[in-house]
């Protein structure tokens, strides 16, 4: 008798953390692996960083912090927002948690009722959905194509509200497609949503530094939907400092409070001595980091030069993040004589069999007609990973 909870059993894992864990396997087996899975930069976190991490040890900050985040952290997050991004978040309504992820999950099991409907444009990133679906929501997903830039329309979420919907959800720039929203297409969106005061906006702004072009723009500077956004974000991407495990929130004081509650019955606060680490990377001018993004581009512009000698893919120019995501339905159908690809998993496990690179299925970012490459790593590495996938292809037939 499987004596394991429903819950449990209907959770699905994540497919990224699935194929880097199959690419580890293969690697300790004395396979040689390239893992493009992650979405993890290959940074080291900068030294000034670090060094604020070893001072906090050394001055004694190992004891509890404050559910939300110590007050200095959490006041120079307030005025990063000002700074930065020209939003008005007193330090009462942010609240500082074990990495994005958990963040997301607060705000959701701090909104959303069994039953309450969320919508999420497609692609997405991975765990959107498994966290509604723990907090009893429903997702309602929106399709969008390579054609569209892989964002939806305001007319598209119209069509989708109903007096269920409690939350829409995206990122921008956006995993897994590198797709920014513009301010015109954000303002179009609060838009629909303001006649709808039960309908909150989750904006997942974690890649705001990976940008390419452009200003970041959130939907939260349109004060007439303000109110009802909360903000997500964190300093795994932009600042190299993914096991650090600190994300935070900007929200209005009462969803800010109820997170806090949350929080506090699952992991109550975030490491004190990461949370002094981020202090210093938040508190820090983002120019002294941004040779980071500058390579992220070249990376990219490289990426994209070598997929274009690819036939058959087909994909966008990507303005943020550090991942490409190409449809590839082209080889569906095709065979080496031994193996069909009927499916976007089927090539991916392909392409680990035969090139040895690990790469991750749309299915998981509900697109099942592409797969997600992350260039998060060397040229020398990608030119490689490109060269090893080039070949193999070319054996479909």
């Not at 260039?375 to 060269?387: D, G, R, V």
């Amino acid at each position: 008798m499987n004596y394991l909870s429903q819950r449990i059993n209907e959770l699905e894992e994540s497919a990224t953390i699935a194929m880097s864990r199959l690419s580890r396997e293969l690697q300790e087996q004395g396979h040689d692996i390239i893992n493009l899975s992650l979405g993890e930069p290959d940074f080291v976190t900068p030294q000034d960083i670090r060094e604020a991490a070893k001072k906090a040890i050394d001055d004694g900050f190992t004891f509890y912090p404050p559910i939300a985040g110590y007050s200095d952290l959490r006041k120079a997050i307030s005025e990063k927002f000002k700074r930065e991004n020209i939003l008005d978040f007193s330090p009462d309504q942010i609240v500082v948690s074990t990495g994005a992820k958990q963040s997301i999950a607060n705000v959701v099991m701090s909104l959303v009722n069994p039953g309450e409907e969320v919508i999420i444009p497609t692609p997405y990133w991975v765990s959107y959905s498994q966290i509604i679906k723990l907090a009893g929501g429903v997702p309602v997903f929106i399709k969008t194509t390579l054609e569209t830039d892989f964002k939806p329309t305001a007319e598209q979420i119209k069509n989708v509200i109903t007096p269920k919907t409690k939350l829409l959800m995206f990122s921008s720039p956006c995993n897994p497609t590198g797709s920014m929203y513009s301010k015109e297409e954000l303002k179009s969106i609060a838009e629909v949503i303001l006649p709808h005061p039960h309908i909150f906006i989750l904006s997942d702004e974690i890649y705001e530094h990976i940008r390419f072009e452009g200003m970041h723009e959130s939907i939260a500077q349109f004060d007439f939907i303000k109110e009802r956004v909360i903000i997500v974000n964190g300093v795994s991407k932009g600042y190299a400092m993914t096991g650090w495990r600190i994300g935070y929130i900007g929200a209005s004081k009462e969803i800010a409070m109820a997170c806090d509650k949350m929080q506090g019955q699952f992991t109550s606060a975030a490491s004190s001595i990461a949370q002094k680490a981020a202090l210093k990377a938040i508190s820090t001018d983002w120019t002294e980091y941004a040779y980071m993004k500058d390579l992220f581009l070249k990376r990219r512009d490289l990426v994209l030069e070598l997929m274009a000698h690819i036939p058959g893919w087909k994909f966008n120019k990507p303005k943020g993040a550090f991942y490409v995501f190409p449809n590839v339905t082209y080889f569906f159908g095709k065979s080496d004589g031994t193996i069909t690809i009927n499916t976007a998993n089927d090539l991916c496990m392909y392409l680990l069999k035969e090139a040895k690179v690990s790469l991750v299925s749309g299915e998981a970012f509900g697109d099942d007609q592409c797969i997600r490459i992350s260039y998060a790593t060397s040229e020398e590495i990608l030119t490689e990973a490109l060269f090893r996938i080039k070949n193999a292809l070319a054996k479909l037939h």
